[in-house]
């Protein structure tokens, strides 16, 4: 899978890096921050991005792997028995 979405690339690198939960205190802390600080148009194009990649009913390994390794996310949802999908619903309706 190539990179499509360079907005929620961008977000997961500078937003959800390896030392996110020593700055935020939650995945909805994280998103206010973003949301009210950042760029609306870069706000805007992560904000399409996230339904567009989870329309594409990726298989739930491949999403993980895909997100972790080309998306640049530091975050394993697994390690907290949750789907990288359900992981990105919950990132989406926050």
């Keep these: 899978m190539t990179i499509r979405y360079g907005e929620l690339r961008s977000f997961f690198l500078t937003r959800f890096h390896e030392d996110w939960q020593k700055n935020a205190a939650s995945r909805a802390e994280v998103v206010a ?13 992560v904000i399409s991005d996230l339904p567009s990649l989870l329309g594409e009913l990726i298989p739930e390994d491949e999403l ?7 998306y640049g996310l530091a975050f394993d949802p697994w390690k907290h028995e949750i789907s990288m999908e ?5 990132l989406l309706r926050e």
């Design 33 to 45: 921050d973003f949301v009210s600080t950042e760029n609306p148009v870069l706000v805007e194009g």
């Design 86 to 90: 359900e992981w990105l619903r919950g």
């Design 64 to 70: 993980h792997e895909v997100i972790l390794s080309q």
